[in-house]
């Protein structure tokens, strides 16, 4: 079952959308159906159903060629930023995933002494223990 959106009004939408083209001309991209969608909790389809007209001129603002003096392609510096912030996110990723690991052999290290130390009991095999400067001695 589908919740009930409440609709915003035109109004409200189309300055949503203009802001939304101020923000985009500043950082250099372009506005979306699913980011103007999502200010106003609405899925794609619904915003697309609830406002065609608008859709569609974010469609033709996606589309149409780049103005004159707008970079075509991401500067080489655009994309020396998006590739530290790809390497960071990896690095994130690998320091959980070995914090993940090391937390696993500790919790099998400690299985493994309790095993060991129920076996011994169950077993009756005496333990060897090194007791500085008597050497080698027996304990139960």
């Known amino acids: 079952m589908t919740r009930r959106v409440d609709s915003p009004s035109e109004s409200r939408v189309r300055a949503?959308?203009?802001?939304?083209r101020q923000r985009a001309g500043d950082?250099?991209?372009?506005p979306s159906v699913?980011?103007?969608?999502?200010?106003?909790?609405?899925?794609n389809t619904t915003f697309r159903r609830h406002f065609p007209a608008i859709a569609q001129e974010i469609v033709a603002l996606r589309?149409?060629?780049?103005t004159p003096g707008a970079p075509s392609e991401p500067s080489h510096?655009?994309?020396?930023?998006?590739?530290?912030?790809?390497?960071?996110?990896?690095?994130?990723?690998?320091?959980?995933?070995?914090?993940?690991?090391a937390c696993h052999i500790q919790r099998i290290t400690l299985e493994n002494q309790k095993l060991r130390e129920e076996l011994e009991a169950a077993?009756?095999?005496?333990?060897?223990?090194?007791?500085?400067?008597?050497g080698h001695q027996y304990s139960r």
């Open 34 to 43: 699913l980011a103007l969608a999502s200010k106003f909790g609405m899925s």
């Open 27 to 30: 950082n250099g991209t372009q």
């Open 123 to 134: 077993t009756g095999v005496a333990r060897l223990t090194s007791v500085p400067g008597l």
């Open 77 to 101: 510096y655009d994309r020396l930023v998006a590739r530290n912030a790809k390497l960071k996110r990896r690095n994130r990723e690998l320091t959980e995933t070995l914090t993940l690991t």
């Open 63 to 66: 589309s149409a060629p780049p």
């Open 16 to 20: 949503a959308l203009k802001e939304l």
